[in-house]
């Protein structure tokens, strides 16, 4: 038997939805994690530091019984968002970031941002007072491939956005390309960039080969095992500029296995045995804390979990539950599609 204790991780990119969805998801992150970066894409959006508030006492009333989780707040990026509320919002200490979704990139992103210039105002407060933005970095431009909207987001927003407003922290979340490694390498400590459990795992083969995979289809959809592997090389490398943003996405069963399905995969549940078992294949256990639990609050500028979580590498493959049964409706739990020895010991 082999173990490893780490600081209780944190989730710095998360979609915990609302009402059904919201209390049926939550206790799946709440068992391992101590703190969540919370996505505002709900209909309607979180915009304002109002909406904020009153989504994060929608989660506190939805925690399970004796849960010690602390939800990060996020705003939604809008042409229309006031750069006094958002420094408002960040005076409270409760809105940690805002995120920026060009409009029509993902799943409800409908309210995002056409064009950026409309928000430079707020992007100049949030320099100015230090608040991180996060970003979905893809264009929506149809003519572009969609294997290849990240590197273009990165060569045609983010860099120029970055040399025109340097002092802007920012996230790119989720990467899943080698660009997105090397620009995020490149940064310095204004950039820092999640990664996520299944873009670990899957490269389009998965998606694709032999039958289409709705449960493995999220965005930005994974890319070629060049990729993969360099996402690898970039979560177990020690460097600061990578932590760990599951954008861990329930959407009920039927609305993920459909002719139009919706992009998301769902590894609240089994992500930290995940993650072992990909940093104990790279020869890297030593370095999952720094990507799952101190990179993070680094970038973010909070305190480290005192707490720890102890994860035990037993004979037995663990068995996690295949779905999650909410009041909306059943969510298909990521499957790595291999087994898993790494346990969490609760
Ligand atoms: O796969 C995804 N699902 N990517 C996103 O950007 C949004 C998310 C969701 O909200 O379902
Ligand atoms: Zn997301």
Redesign the pocket.
Known sequence: MQEIVIRRPDDWHL?LRDGAMLQGVLPETTRHFARAIV?P?LVPPVVTARDALAYRERILAALPEGAAFEPLMTLYLTEGTDPADVAAAAASGLVKAVKLYPAGA???SQSGVRDLTKVMAVLERMAAIGLPLCT?GEVVDPAVDIFDREAVFIDSVLAPLRRRLPELRVVMEHITTEEGVAYAAEGGETLGATITTHHLILNRNHILAGGIRPHYY??PVAKRERHRLALRRAATSGSPRYFLGT?S?P?VDALKEHACG???CFTATNTLPLLAHVFEAEGALDRLEGFASRHGPAFYRLPENAARLRLVKRAEPAVFAEKILTGAGPVTVFDPGFPVYWHVQD
């Open positions: 979609h996505m894409n993902t799943t409800n979905h999220c965005l954008d996405a959407h919706c992009a998301g």
